[in-house]
């Protein structure tokens, strides 16, 4: 699966970006996705996750109220919709499958639960 982020940028704090997460040859429809990121000198962390069917979503306590994610399968496409952004949301964003059907409960936070990744897109939060 070729995963391909977008619509990161320069924005100032308490503005908006919407990232965008497309593939390209391969269906996104089966599988739980999340959003991860990574800022600079620190360790790749969890942003948010959606379920298949997009009925359950997931935030990392820090972005909570302030993100919202979505898919829209027939586009194969996830979005990370983010307003009031902060200069701690600096960081490079990754879009990536989770690796198995079933529960996404128990292992959505954890990068070891998932086998492919994006390139990343750049979000920086000017204050």
């Known amino acids: 699966v070729q995963l391909q982020a977008s619509g990161g940028g320069l924005v100032q704090a308490g503005g908006d970006l919407r990232l965008s997460c497309a593939t390209s040859?391969?269906?996104?429809?089966?599988?739980?996705m999340a959003w991860f990121r990574q800022a600079p000198g620190k360790e790749r962390e969890f942003a948010a996750g959606?379920?298949?069917?997009?009925?359950?979503?997931y935030y990392a306590d820090s972005l909570k109220g302030r993100v919202t994610i979505s898919r829209d399968n027939a586009k194969n496409t996830i979005y990370l919709q983010m307003n009031s952004l902060k200069p701690e949301d600096t960081a490079v964003y990754y879009c990536?499958?989770?690796?198995?059907?079933?529960?996404?409960?128990?292992?959505?936070?954890?990068?070891?639960?998932?086998?492919?990744w994006g390139q990343g897109t750049l979000v920086t939060v000017s204050s």
């Open positions: 990536a499958v989770f690796n198995r059907l079933g529960d996404f409960y128990s292992g959505y936070s954890s990068q070891n639960e998932y086998n492919y």
């Open positions: 040859g391969r269906t996104l429809s089966p599988y739980h």
């Open positions: 959606i379920s298949i069917s997009g009925t359950s979503t």
